[in-house]
């Protein structure tokens, strides 16, 4: 297949007018480009990498937690249409037992996506602070286990850990597990030294940024700004806008730069969906304009897509380079994958998405065109 006359931003994240080609499930070509087979003349449509959310609980109706395929494939087939090819679901904070029969049901579904395809697990819970649990729940909270960490892993590869670091134990259990996922500092009350000190014990990544952690203080330095100080760090920002206010945003791309920030989406299963009463980890959330809450006010996820972020992140005054890399390239280097997908480059995937900015007209999953809207 050909896709002709397209803006497309190559391996650069620079725009250029040209052609792709994809054969099978890879792109064979980037440039001006001739081609037998069938092709597809975009007129001066964009195409994108294809978006990588490595933080999602659910959308659609669906959540990894339901412990159901059919769920999962409400959350595959709801972000292909959103522009997302990939995605991490993310589990909660809940008994081993349950977390297994969820693993498992991941594991049995891989392969059958009709969509976005899974690349392995985020394993946000249970090990994290009591004091900054946010919309986990607080019975299941427990110390870091590496042997629980273990058993699940080998049930479906675990690609990314949340672990608050000033739990005991936390520094041992992360230079463990660094050696197989990355690690995440999450749900986490740490002062600076800890949140620091982590960053040098198989830590690299901090989940939410801003969200479930203490705030910015600048005589008491939490992990917002062990974060930002750690050059060789990666941290995940909500770009909804209700998280963290467009300012706070800018700053922190700034802060960070256009290959640290990785745009996730935190969604559950109201994204997609009306507003209304739904469940996160056996709590109720209601969710009203878009903002889904537990009964205190406290926020309980989210309900956007990483397409509509990126919309936010444009209108915000994001540089566009950075903002896409931050849906894209970034979030695939974290979990490992950036080899195979994250970026518009012959060898890789043929992920991609066609767009005009305001909508996503086209996508193909390795190759595979799902839909086409004009």
Partial sequence: MLLKNAVYYGADFEPARGDIAVEGEKIAGVGVLFHEGESIDLGGLTVLPGFIDIHIHGSAGGDMSDASEESLQKMSLYLAANGVTSFCPASMTLPEEQLAKQFQTVESFKGKEKGAYIHGINMEGPFISLAQKGAQPAEYIRPPDFGEFSRLNAISRIVLVDVAPELPGAFDFARRACRCCTVSQAHTAADFPTAEEAYRNGFSHATHLFSAMPPVEHRAP???????????????????????????????????????????????????????????????????????????????????????????????????????????????????????????????????????????LAVLVKGRLLFRKF
Wanted: hydrophobic content about 45%.
């Fill in 222 to 360: 939490g992990p917002v700004v062990a974060a930002f100080d750690n050059a060789a760090s990666t941290a995940e920002l909500i770009c909804d806008g209700i998280h963290a206010h467009p300012p706070v945003l800018r700053m922190a791309f700034k802060l960070l730069g256009e290959d640290r920030v990785v745009v996730v989406s935190d969604a559950m299963k109201a994204a997609g969906m009306q507003d209304g009463e739904y469940e996160l980890g056996g709590q109720t959330v209601y969710v009203r304009q878009g903002k889904a809450t537990l009964a205190d006010g406290r926020l309980a996820a989210s309900t956007v897509n990483l397409f509509r972020e990126y919309q936010n992140l444009l209108s915000f005054g994001i540089d566009p380079k950075a903002a896409l890399k931050a849906c894209t390239i970034n979030p695939a280097r974290v979990i490992g994958a950036d080899a195979a997908t994250g970026s518009i480059k012959p060898g890789k995937y043929a992920d991609l998405l066609v767009t005009d900015t305001r909508s996503v």
